[in-house]
């Protein structure tokens, strides 16, 4: 079983931060961050300044990284692309898979992130699928029915064995970027229902698969989002971007 020390607080940095400021705002997080043993941290910078988090995080074996996207091929003619193993080899241990942006700006479909969460698994990084639900669909009804859905296409048909170290995150898209945060109370909804799909897809595994929430959690909401039940964790875009902020949220629920 995963033995991710929860709550696990992940940063979505997106497309913010080059080496520089990757390396100033980590020299600044980790003199204000001192090593907890009682959560999970887990960094998602751009692929060019993967190296120079890596770097920055050398002392600091409890700062764990991951790559924001990978191609679902092997390898080969995908100019601009990543693949599984070129993060894995630059030194990811996770990857973001079906993230809405890459779902809604980028027009990858509930069929490319299966592919993505194969191709990860079969490197041995670790996939955090990201799930959730958009306005529209929310107003209709359908929170549950979305996720499960993206949950079936993402982890459907793979064995328990290997999706015992993966990760969720319940991103609903109208609270991403938004600065609308979906309740505690909408949170555990979600998560419930996504939990119970887990333990179908994948029995005791799916019972402990960690599922975060993501979508304007800043420092003033974390504790409370942390509190609800269900809530394993946290994803956090924005208020990832500053050192402060951050910092509070690694500190929170405490
Ligand atoms: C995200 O990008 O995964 C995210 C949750 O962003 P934000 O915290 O900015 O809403």
């Given at each position: 079983?995963?033995?991710?020390?929860?709550?696990?607080?992940?940063?979505?940095?997106?497309?913010?931060?080059?080496?520089?400021?990757?390396?100033?705002?980590?020299?600044?997080?980790?003199?204000?961050y001192?090593?907890?043993?009682?959560?999970?941290?887990?960094?998602?910078p751009?692929?060019?300044?993967?190296?120079a988090?890596?770097s920055?995080?050398a002392?600091?074996?409890?700062?764990?990284?991951?790559?924001?996207?990978?191609?679902?091929?092997?390898?080969?003619?995908?100019?601009?692309?990543?693949?599984a193993?070129i993060?894995?080899?630059?030194?990811?241990?996770?990857?973001?898979?079906g993230?809405?942006e890459r779902?809604h700006?980028?027009?990858e479909?509930?069929?490319?992130?299966?592919?993505?969460?194969?191709?990860a698994?079969?490197?041995?990084?670790?996939?955090?699928?990201?799930?959730?639900e958009?306005?529209?669909e929310?107003?209709?009804?359908?929170?549950?029915?979305?996720?499960?859905?993206?949950?079936?296409a993402?982890?459907?048909?793979?064995?328990?064995e290997?999706?015992?170290?993966a990760?969720?995150?319940?991103?609903?898209?109208?609270?991403?970027?938004t600065?609308?945060?979906?309740?505690?109370?909408?949170?555990?909804?979600?998560?419930?229902?996504?939990?119970?799909?887990?333990?179908?897809?994948?029995?005791?595994?799916?019972?402990?698969?960690?599922i975060?929430?993501?979508?304007?959690a800043?420092?003033?909401?974390?504790?409370?989002?942390?509190?609800?039940?269900?809530?394993?964790?946290?994803?956090?875009?924005?208020a990832?971007?500053?050192?402060?902020?951050?910092?509070?949220?690694?500190?929170?629920?405490?």
């Amino acid at each position: 079983m995963a033995a991710y020390q929860r709550p696990i607080l992940a940063a979505n940095w997106k497309m913010n931060n080059g080496p520089t400021a990757a390396s100033a705002f980590l020299a600044s997080y980790l003199g204000r961050y001192a090593r907890r043993d009682d959560r999970t941290v887990i960094l998602f910078p751009s692929a060019l300044a993967f190296a120079a988090a890596r770097s920055a995080v050398a002392e600091r074996p409890d700062i764990l990284l991951g790559v924001q996207n990978i191609n679902a091929a092997e390898k080969g003619a995908f100019t601009g692309e990543n693949s599984a193993a070129i993060a894995l080899d630059a030194g990811a241990g996770f990857v973001l898979v079906g993230h809405s942006e890459r779902r809604h700006v980028f027009g990858e479909t509930d069929a490319d992130t299966a592919e993505k969460v194969k191709r990860a698994l079969a490197h041995g990084l670790v996939p955090v699928l990201c799930v959730g639900e958009k306005i529209e669909e929310r107003e209709a009804g359908e929170t549950d029915a979305v996720c499960v859905r993206q949950l079936r296409a993402g982890f459907g048909g793979l064995s328990a064995e290997a999706l015992r170290d993966a990760i969720v995150a319940y991103e609903p898209v109208w609270a991403i970027g938004t600065g609308r945060t979906a309740t505690p109370q909408d949170a555990s909804a979600a998560h419930q229902a996504i939990r119970a799909e887990l333990r179908t897809l994948a029995g005791e595994v799916g019972a402990s698969i960690p599922i975060l929430y993501g979508g304007s959690a800043n420092a003033s909401n974390a504790t409370a989002l942390l509190a609800a039940p269900g809530v394993d964790g946290l994803l956090v875009g924005g208020a990832s971007l500053e050192a402060e902020s951050w910092t509070s949220i690694c500190n929170a629920g405490s």
